[in-house]
Protein backbone atom coordinates (compact mmCIF):
# COMPACT_ATOMS: atom_id res chain seq x y z
CA UNK A 1 0.00 0.00 0.00
CA UNK A 2 1.48 3.35 -0.71
CA UNK A 3 2.35 5.91 1.88
CA UNK A 4 2.64 9.66 1.99
CA UNK A 5 5.02 11.72 4.83
CA UNK A 6 4.42 15.03 5.21
CA UNK A 7 7.87 16.32 6.98
CA UNK A 8 6.14 19.16 8.80
CA UNK A 9 3.20 19.32 10.43
CA UNK A 10 3.23 23.32 10.57
CA UNK A 11 5.48 26.13 8.60
CA UNK A 12 4.77 29.29 10.05
CA UNK A 13 7.30 31.78 6.91
CA UNK A 14 6.65 35.79 6.93
CA UNK A 15 4.80 37.27 4.20
CA UNK A 16 6.77 37.75 0.62
CA UNK A 17 9.49 34.92 2.27
CA UNK A 18 9.86 31.71 0.07
CA UNK A 19 8.42 28.33 1.59
CA UNK A 20 8.94 24.96 0.78
CA UNK A 21 6.75 21.91 2.02
CA UNK A 22 8.11 18.48 1.90
CA UNK A 23 6.09 15.51 0.76
CA UNK A 24 7.68 11.97 0.13
CA UNK A 25 5.64 9.18 -0.60
CA UNK A 26 7.18 5.12 -0.82
CA UNK A 27 5.88 3.92 -4.23
CA UNK A 28 8.60 2.51 -5.58
CA UNK A 29 6.56 2.32 -9.28
CA UNK A 30 4.65 4.81 -11.80
CA UNK A 31 1.99 7.00 -9.59
CA UNK A 32 0.45 10.17 -9.53
CA UNK A 33 1.07 13.09 -7.63
CA UNK A 34 -1.26 15.60 -5.87
CA UNK A 35 -0.88 18.61 -3.65
CA UNK A 36 -4.57 19.90 -2.66
CA UNK A 37 -5.21 23.01 -0.02
CA UNK A 38 -7.97 23.37 2.59
CA UNK A 39 -8.71 26.53 3.77
CA UNK A 40 -10.57 26.60 7.39
CA UNK A 41 -13.85 25.46 7.48
CA UNK A 42 -13.75 23.99 3.77
CA UNK A 43 -13.38 21.22 1.86
CA UNK A 44 -10.20 20.20 -0.32
CA UNK A 45 -9.47 22.23 -3.37
CA UNK A 46 -6.52 20.96 -6.37
CA UNK A 47 -3.58 23.04 -6.35
CA UNK A 48 -1.72 21.09 -8.88
CA UNK A 49 -1.43 17.73 -10.23
CA UNK A 50 1.95 15.65 -11.65
CA UNK A 51 0.67 12.84 -14.47
CA UNK A 52 3.59 12.74 -16.97
CA UNK A 53 6.08 14.86 -18.82
CA UNK A 54 7.61 17.39 -17.59
CA UNK A 55 8.79 17.22 -13.69
CA UNK A 56 7.86 21.00 -12.74
CA UNK A 57 4.29 21.45 -12.56
CA UNK A 58 3.07 24.97 -11.58
CA UNK A 59 -0.30 26.04 -10.20
CA UNK A 60 -1.89 29.51 -11.16
CA UNK A 61 -1.10 31.38 -7.95
CA UNK A 62 2.22 30.93 -7.55
CA UNK A 63 2.87 27.72 -6.01
CA UNK A 64 4.95 25.32 -7.81
CA UNK A 65 5.96 21.47 -7.11
CA UNK A 66 8.76 18.83 -8.46
CA UNK A 67 8.97 15.48 -8.74
CA UNK A 68 11.47 13.60 -8.01
CA UNK A 69 11.45 10.04 -8.78
CA UNK A 70 15.05 8.93 -7.24
CA UNK A 71 14.21 10.73 -4.08
CA UNK A 72 10.62 9.77 -4.08
CA UNK A 73 9.60 13.47 -3.16
CA UNK A 74 7.11 16.21 -4.35
CA UNK A 75 8.07 19.35 -2.91
CA UNK A 76 5.76 22.56 -2.74
CA UNK A 77 7.22 25.33 -2.99
CA UNK A 78 6.49 28.88 -3.47
CA UNK A 79 8.49 32.13 -4.18
CA UNK A 80 6.75 34.73 -2.16
CA UNK A 81 3.85 34.08 -0.10
CA UNK A 82 0.89 35.81 0.90
CA UNK A 83 -1.37 35.98 3.87
CA UNK A 84 -4.50 34.49 1.86
CA UNK A 85 -1.96 31.49 1.25
CA UNK A 86 -2.75 30.77 5.11
CA UNK A 87 -4.35 27.04 4.78
CA UNK A 88 -3.93 23.34 5.22
CA UNK A 89 -2.02 21.78 2.37
CA UNK A 90 -2.13 17.76 1.62
CA UNK A 91 -0.02 15.70 -0.50
CA UNK A 92 -1.38 12.74 -2.01
CA UNK A 93 -0.50 10.23 -4.40
CA UNK A 94 -2.91 7.55 -6.09
CA UNK A 95 -3.40 4.27 -5.63
CA UNK A 96 -4.57 2.30 -8.55
CA UNK A 97 -7.26 4.35 -10.08
CA UNK A 98 -9.98 3.86 -7.39
CA UNK A 99 -8.23 6.68 -4.70
CA UNK A 100 -6.02 9.13 -3.08
CA UNK A 101 -4.13 8.57 -0.40
CA UNK A 102 -2.96 11.59 1.38
CA UNK A 103 0.10 13.00 3.96
CA UNK A 104 -0.90 14.21 7.12
CA UNK A 105 -0.87 17.86 6.15
CA UNK A 106 0.95 20.48 6.32
CA UNK A 107 -0.18 23.81 8.21
CA UNK A 108 0.88 26.87 6.73
CA UNK A 109 1.06 30.24 8.91
CA UNK A 110 1.77 33.30 7.20
CA UNK A 111 2.64 36.05 9.78
CA UNK A 112 3.00 40.03 8.62
CA UNK B 1 -23.66 22.02 -11.75
CA UNK B 2 -21.18 23.93 -9.95
CA UNK B 3 -19.10 21.58 -7.84
CA UNK B 4 -19.94 18.87 -5.41
CA UNK B 5 -22.43 19.39 -3.18
CA UNK B 6 -23.08 17.82 0.60
CA UNK B 7 -25.69 18.21 3.09
CA UNK B 8 -25.44 18.73 5.99
CA UNK B 9 -22.83 21.01 6.84
CA UNK B 10 -22.33 20.55 10.23
CA UNK B 11 -24.44 17.66 12.50
CA UNK B 12 -24.20 17.44 15.75
CA UNK B 13 -25.63 14.45 17.35
CA UNK B 14 -26.09 12.37 20.38
CA UNK B 15 -23.74 9.24 21.36
CA UNK B 16 -25.91 5.67 19.83
CA UNK B 17 -27.83 7.58 17.35
CA UNK B 18 -27.95 7.48 13.22
CA UNK B 19 -26.93 10.11 10.69
CA UNK B 20 -27.30 10.69 7.39
CA UNK B 21 -25.43 12.62 5.24
CA UNK B 22 -26.27 12.95 1.27
CA UNK B 23 -23.65 13.65 -1.44
CA UNK B 24 -24.26 14.91 -4.99
CA UNK B 25 -21.59 14.86 -7.16
CA UNK B 26 -20.92 16.82 -10.26
CA UNK B 27 -23.48 16.08 -13.08
CA UNK B 28 -21.52 14.14 -15.69
CA UNK B 29 -18.75 12.21 -12.58
CA UNK B 30 -19.61 8.55 -12.36
CA UNK B 31 -17.26 8.16 -10.16
CA UNK B 32 -17.98 9.11 -6.31
CA UNK B 33 -16.07 8.68 -3.38
CA UNK B 34 -16.12 8.99 0.58
CA UNK B 35 -13.26 10.10 2.45
CA UNK B 36 -13.31 10.96 6.39
CA UNK B 37 -10.82 13.40 8.08
CA UNK B 38 -10.03 13.84 11.79
CA UNK B 39 -8.82 16.57 13.42
CA UNK B 40 -4.82 16.94 12.27
CA UNK B 41 -5.10 14.17 9.60
CA UNK B 42 -5.10 13.55 5.95
CA UNK B 43 -8.72 12.35 4.58
CA UNK B 44 -8.54 9.02 4.69
CA UNK B 45 -10.31 6.42 2.32
CA UNK B 46 -13.81 4.81 3.04
CA UNK B 47 -15.07 3.74 -0.66
CA UNK B 48 -15.72 4.13 -3.81
CA UNK B 49 -18.77 4.33 -6.46
CA UNK B 50 -19.02 3.42 -10.50
CA UNK B 51 -22.68 4.56 -11.15
CA UNK B 52 -24.48 2.67 -8.84
CA UNK B 53 -22.05 -0.48 -7.63
CA UNK B 54 -19.76 -0.08 -4.71
CA UNK B 55 -16.77 -1.23 -5.93
CA UNK B 56 -14.60 -0.97 -3.14
CA UNK B 57 -14.78 -0.53 1.30
CA UNK B 58 -11.81 0.35 3.21
CA UNK B 59 -11.51 -1.73 6.60
CA UNK B 60 -12.12 1.68 8.57
CA UNK B 61 -15.75 1.37 7.17
CA UNK B 62 -17.16 -0.89 9.73
CA UNK B 63 -20.61 -2.51 9.99
CA UNK B 64 -22.26 0.34 11.30
CA UNK B 65 -21.30 2.16 7.88
CA UNK B 66 -23.48 1.99 4.88
CA UNK B 67 -23.20 3.75 1.53
CA UNK B 68 -25.74 3.82 -1.03
CA UNK B 69 -25.39 5.70 -4.80
CA UNK B 70 -28.79 4.21 -5.74
CA UNK B 71 -29.38 5.75 -9.36
CA UNK B 72 -25.86 6.04 -9.71
CA UNK B 73 -26.22 10.19 -8.96
CA UNK B 74 -26.58 11.49 -5.23
CA UNK B 75 -25.16 9.34 -2.44
CA UNK B 76 -26.02 8.66 1.17
CA UNK B 77 -23.25 7.78 4.00
CA UNK B 78 -25.15 6.58 6.79
CA UNK B 79 -23.76 5.54 10.51
CA UNK B 80 -26.19 4.31 12.97
CA UNK B 81 -25.11 3.99 16.27
CA UNK B 82 -22.97 6.59 16.40
CA UNK B 83 -20.24 6.66 18.85
CA UNK B 84 -17.90 9.56 19.86
CA UNK B 85 -14.85 8.43 17.31
CA UNK B 86 -17.21 8.59 14.49
CA UNK B 87 -16.51 12.45 14.86
CA UNK B 88 -14.91 13.80 11.89
CA UNK B 89 -15.40 15.89 8.51
CA UNK B 90 -16.92 13.51 5.74
CA UNK B 91 -15.59 14.38 2.41
CA UNK B 92 -17.02 13.35 -0.84
CA UNK B 93 -15.50 13.46 -3.69
CA UNK B 94 -16.99 12.72 -7.72
CA UNK B 95 -14.35 12.24 -10.92
CA UNK B 96 -15.18 11.08 -14.28
CA UNK B 97 -13.94 7.17 -15.41
CA UNK B 98 -11.49 8.19 -17.88
CA UNK B 99 -9.71 5.73 -17.06
CA UNK B 100 -7.40 6.85 -14.24
CA UNK B 101 -8.58 9.05 -10.99
CA UNK B 102 -7.03 12.61 -12.22
CA UNK B 103 -8.98 14.96 -11.14
CA UNK B 104 -10.91 13.99 -7.97
CA UNK B 105 -13.58 17.15 -7.07
CA UNK B 106 -14.43 17.56 -3.40
CA UNK B 107 -17.26 18.88 -1.71
CA UNK B 108 -17.01 20.93 1.31
CA UNK B 109 -17.63 18.26 3.54
CA UNK B 110 -20.13 17.08 6.55
CA UNK B 111 -18.51 17.86 10.10
CA UNK B 112 -20.47 15.14 12.29
CA UNK B 113 -19.95 16.17 16.38
CA UNK B 114 -20.78 13.06 18.26
CA UNK B 115 -21.77 14.03 21.62
Known amino acids: AQSVTQLDSQVPVFEEAPVELRCNYS??????LFWYVQYPNQGLQLLLK??????LVESINGFEAEFNKSQTSFHLRKPSVHISDTAEYFC??????????FGQGTRLTINP | DTGVSQDPRHKITKRGQNVTFRCDPISEHNRLYWYRQTLGQGPEFLTY????????KSRLLSDRFSAERPKGSFSTLEIQRTEQGDSAMYLCASSSSSGRLIDAFFGQGTRLTVV
Open chain 1, 27 to 32: SSVSVY
Open chain 2, 49 to 56: FQNEAQLE
Open chain 1, 50 to 55: YLSGST
Open chain 1, 92 to 101: AVSEGAQKLV
